[in-house]
């Protein structure tokens, strides 16, 4: 059931997005793109159907073009980079990749208005890390190294431009939004989760250079992994956005899968993300929300949050494998057994978008292609979250 309905939703996807069809002006979005991408992927491991793999390398060629030019709407155009074609389509990450809104970019001189910043076009540095998420995948399960140097080239340009240091001697700090071009910021303030993000991101690809020795031997990331460590020092992660804590959860995950398969240390305590995990989901919890009518909530937050809860499950099995580490999960409480309590939440999440009735809720449709991307992701988790290489696939 959930194999066919993962499908039915990633077909209706492809089309209505204008993946395939030539006729229409693909409608493309980078942080859907992503999960869309990983989608398509786990389609193809568990049915070997190379139309999904085909489909997967489609979006990325699509995304590449669309969103790492400027727009049609903007006087500029060509590769956001700078770079000519040739090198442009070589390189194509190399000046970021685009988020993909309506709205132009907020010019130097406008004025800032909160609520209308939200609806302009930039980047996202959160956006981008997806991204480069998307891409480990498809490198994974293809054995092309492009892919990968791709992504690492989207992580140094993405980081020479959105982090900066306020203070001689003081960690730096990080960007919100950036303008098309990286040329200036458009939204000063930080994101919550943007250094660790960022560092556990950088410290996959890191982790992976080896498997792409060949492409990808000039970019090492060293510099951007210990600027991200100082960033995450002292850190408390909690939040009471749903999306954010699914996000916690994941990267979590992430963390104790490279601390258990690699080399990379990253100085982050498991104990300690759990803990501010915990904290995220007792405050959704009490928040009500699962009590609201659909008008009144917001899918694709809350399947961020049912996705992240699904990588819960899968660092449960990754701790059987470690007894070392067992034996911290008893001495600090049995932190995954208390998260036990909100392995449900996800089942709850999913039957409840899955129902036609609230997918006639204006907030449903308003965010459609976010919102049925995302409810694939949760009900096909595993594209996303683990790294299947192609011996595997």
């Not at 979006?59 to 790492?68: C, D, I, K, N, T």
Request: aromatic fraction near 10%.
């Amino acid at each position: 059931m959930q194999h066919a309905t993962t499908r039915s939703i990633m077909n209706t996807f492809a089309t209505s997005t204008g993946l395939f069809n030539n006729s229409r002006l693909p409608r493309r979005y980078l942080w859907t793109d992503a999960f869309a991408v990983c989608n398509f992927l786990e389609l193809y491991r568990q049915t070997s159907d190379e139309s999904f793999l085909q489909t997967a390398s489609r979006l990325v060629e699509q995304v590449h073009f669309v969103l790492g030019r400027y727009s049609n709407d903007d006087p500029r155009s060509g590769w956001i980079s700078g770079l000519d074609e040739q090198d442009g389509y070589e390189h194509p990450t190399g000046g970021g990749l685009r988020i993909g809104k309506q709205l132009a970019e907020r010019e130097p001189d406008d004025p800032f208005d909160d609520r209308l910043e939200w609806e302009r076009d930039g980047q996202y540095f959160h956006y981008l890390t997806k991204w480069m998420q998307a891409l480990t995948r498809v490198a994974a399960i293809t054995g092309e190294g492009c892919y990968h140097r791709w992504a690492l080239e989207l992580a140094r340009a993405a980081h020479a431009s959105f982090t900066y240091k306020p203070t001689v001697g003081k960690p730096g700090r990080m960007y919100w939004k950036m303008s098309v071009d990286l040329a200036r910021p458009q939204v000063t303030s930080m994101g919550h989760h943007d250094p660790l993000d960022a560092l556990i991101t950088y410290a996959e690809l890191q982790a992976a250079n080896a498997r792409y020795a060949g492409a990808t031997a000039d970019i090492d990331l060293t510099k951007e992994i210990a600027d991200c460590q100082a960033m995450c020092v002292g850190k408390n992660w909690a939040t009471d956005d749903p999306l954010g804590t699914g996000n916690l959860l994941a990267d979590t995950f992430r963390l104790a899968r490279l601390t258990a398969g690699t080399d990379i240390r990253v100085p982050l305590e498991l104990t300690s993300l759990l803990s501010d995990c915990e904290a995220g989901l007792d405050a959704f919890v009490k928040s009500g929300t699962l009590n609201l009518p659909p008008e009144h909530r917001l899918a694709f937050r809350e399947l961020g949050l049912s996705i992240g809860l699904h990588a819960v499950d899968r660092l449960r099995d990754l701790i059987r494998h470690q007894p070392g580490w067992l034996a911290v999960e008893e001495a600090n409480g049995g932190q995954l057994q208390r998260l036990d309590q909100f392995s449900h939440l996800s089942d709850l999440i999913e039957d409840f978008w899955l129902r036609p009735a609230h997918q006639q809720a204006g907030t449903w449709r308003d965010h459609l292609d976010i919102n049925t991307v995302m409810l694939a992701t949760s009900l096909a988790p595993d594209g996303y979250l683990q790294i299947h290489h192609a011996s595997t696939a």
